[in-house]
């Protein structure tokens, strides 16, 4: 290699942005709107033109593309569409189903949903969704502190998981360096970044306190190898929970750890920002509104709500006005200077794991936040959801952090217990569990277990 | 340059590009400038310009 070449992928204005796209991550709200409805006006032509299921669907309410005049109206006229409405479609008619909106020849890649929550809905992209849905992982990487000059360590499998390959569709088009750790166990994700020494380590974020963990078993302390930043998704991490935050950058002797908030069958639509403390919608990609679940209303700023989302970039298979069944407090303005729509934390909680506890509604979320918020607690803990006669119970079991003393085991114990009394208004079965003694994940891990009978579920829990 | 002179370099971009795609037949050449559309579409609208919602579709 010659050494003195002055060739470079971007230019030195370039590299000393704020943002990786100015004009659109500080676009102002009255130009975002506008933009938003040119663009829904545009969406549902093409949806009515080119999907039987939106259109049959339109058909049945009376609704005419050109009904759709002002925002309002999108939010109001255009029905509500839900996962279980996709997946019941694809059982029927395996792929897709009538929601696929591009002849099959334009299907560049079929990906899936990680199908923790039951069977996985399939996925199709054209080659023009799958530039799109990785460019929405860049925004995440330039507030992080990340380059395109670093190189990225993708600590998990290949398989269908729309997830993973987002992530690499996001990395190929930032102009960083791929590092593949497919096919590797746990310690040969360690022994291949003490080899290839990456920079940028993504991973679920219990999966790099995984790595981390077992390292130390190894006799390798993460925190003196190349990695400088951490990025990661599919499970609440570093925005959602500071405490998870201050580990992984302990652990890893990282920088910055940044977290992107995506749902797989949308988008990676939520990139954090700069300051950390939350997500941003991409109004780019996406056109995101919040709801109170129970009415549909439209939720005012700093109200907790559920996310509806309609994607401008899932052209194969389109969502609009899709219940994300999370639930977020929204804010329209940013000391990081992003006008995007943003997020407080990230996701607070779930419609769908609600369990009502002698009368206060209670989000295992929620549970998760104060548990990540108390010293001595580690990342390693299981709420276990129970019908006792006409009530749901919740019981928490966790692992107290490998260095708190066995003695102070039941005292954390009463903590936890104290907290959760005095946050939720509820008093909960608290645990502990000898550290190491609960399961490990290299996905998405598995924390809240639901033991109710189905009919004290919602649907989408059974 | 303005981004409203850069909006209108890259739509030029794309004029000049569907003039080679036109009546081509080299498989190679297509697929390269048909992507290459898809980018400068991408540019087109995350500069907040109102461009067509689908290219891949819209071209043929």
């Known amino acids: 290699m010659v050494a003195t070449h002055k060739l470079r992928r971007f230019s030195a204005r370039a590299m000393e942005s704020s943002f990786w796209n100015e004009v659109a991550e500080t676009m102002p709200r009255e130009q975002l ?33 050109g009904d759709v005049r002002t925002l309002e109206d999108f939010r109001t006229k255009v029905p509500m569409t839900d996962k279980n409405d996709f997946l019941e479609m694809q059982v029927e008619q395996p792929p897709y189903g009538p929601t696929q909106a591009m002849p099959t020849e334009f299907i560049a890649h079929h990906a899936e949903t990680s199908g923790t929550t039951g069977v996985p809905l399939a996925i199709p992209y054209s080659l023009y969704d799958t530039m799109r849905y990785g460019e929405s992982w860049c925004p995440a990487f330039w507030a992080t502190g990340i380059r395109p000059s670093d190189s990225f360590y993708f600590a998990f499998g290949w398989g269908n998981f729309a997830g993973f390959w987002s ?33 940028v380590l993504i991973s679920t974020p219990t999966f790099a306190l995984r790595l981390a963990a077992v390292a130390g078993d190894m006799g390798i302390d993460l925190a003196e190898s190349s990695i400088q930043y951490t990025m990661h998704a599919g499970e609440p991490g570093p925005t959602a929970l500071p405490a998870m935050k201050n580990e992984i950058i302990n652990v890893w002797g990282a920088k910055n750890a940044g977290e992107l908030l995506g749902i797989a069958e949308i988008d990676a639509f939520a990139p954090c920002n700069s300051i950390g403390d939350g997500v ?97 607690v580690s990342s390693n803990y299981e709420l276990h959801m129970t019908r006792e006669g006409n009530n749901d119970e919740m019981e928490i079991k966790f692992e107290p952090d490998p260095q708190v003393d066995k003695a102070s085991w039941g005292t954390l114990s009463e903590k936890v217990s ?12 608290v645990t502990y569990q000898a550290p190491e003694s609960l399961p490990r994940y290299d996905l998405k891990t598995k924390r809240v277990f639901d033991h109710r009978p189905k009919e004290f579920r919602r649907a989408l829990d059974r | ?45 995350n500069m907040g ?12």
Not at chain 1, 168 to 197: C, D, M
Not at chain 1, 418 to 429: D, F, G, N, Q, T
Not at chain 2, 49 to 60: D, F
């Open chain 1, 33 to 65: 709107d506008q933009l938003h409805l040119v663009r829904l006006k545009k969406l549902i032509t093409y949806v009515y033109e080119n999907s039987e299921f939106y259109q049959a669907r339109f058909k049945q309410i009376g609704l005419e593309p």
């Open chain 1, 167 to 199: 992530a690499y569709w996001g990395v190929r088009r930032f102009g960083g360096k791929v590092i593949s750790g497919g096919g590797l166990n746990t310690e040969g994700h360690i022994q291949a970044i003490q080899r290839l020494k990456p920079t």
């Open chain 1, 280 to 376: 941003h919608v991409d109004e780019m990609c996406v056109y995101s509104w919040v709801i109170e679940p129970e009415t549909g209303k439209q939720v005012t700023e700093g109200e907790i709500g559920e996310h509806v989302v309609t994607s401008y970039t899932n052209g194969t298979q389109p969502l609009l006005n899709y219940r994300t069944h999370d639930l977020v407090r929204p804010r329209y303005s940013c000391p990081s200077g992003r006008t995007w729509l943003k997020f407080d934390g990230s996701v607070l909680g779930r419609t769908d794991f609600m369990i009502t506890l002698r009368g206060t509604n209670v989000y295992p979320t929620a549970v998760e936040n104060i548990l990540g918020g108390i010293s001595g």
């Open chain 1, 418 to 429: 104290s907290k959760i009394r005095e946050v939720l208004k509820v008093r909960m079965a």
């Open chain 2, 1 to 45: 340059m303005t981004n409203e002179e850069r909006i209108e370099k890259i739509r030029t971009a794309r004029t000049l590009i569907l003039e080679a795609l036109d009546d081509c037949g080299i498989p190679m050449i297509e697929g390269a400038l048909s992507e290459a559309d898809l980018n400068l579409h991408w540019a087109l609208w």
């Open chain 2, 49 to 60: 310009e109102p461009v067509e919602l689908q290219p891949e579709l819209e071209r043929i």
